[in-house]
């Protein structure tokens, strides 16, 4: 199962970073890049997610919210 890494901007409903980390470690690696993303994070309005998912596809349809706008 994949880990996948969403950065969104709630004011604009903006996903502004969508990465995949796949492999035994990928869900491990995407929770660690979050950690690391939320450190440096100084905008009250970005949230920084790490889900796990079988494919961006099932993800897309799972957490849909994150999707709506244009990915950047």
């Given at each position: 199962m994949s880990g996948f890494l969403l950065v969104y901007h709630r004011k604009s409903g903006?996903?502004?970073?969508?990465?995949?980390?796949?492999?035994?470690?990928g869900?491990?690696?995407a929770l660690r890049e979050r950690l690391r993303v939320e450190n440096e994070n100084v905008d009250p309005d970005v949230e920084v997610v790490s889900l796990?998912?079988?494919s961006e596809e099932t993800l897309r349809r799972t957490h849909s919210r994150y999707f709506d706008a244009a990915l950047v």
């Open positions: 903006r996903l502004e970073r969508l990465e995949e980390f796949s492999g035994p470690q869900a491990r690696d796990n998912s079988d």
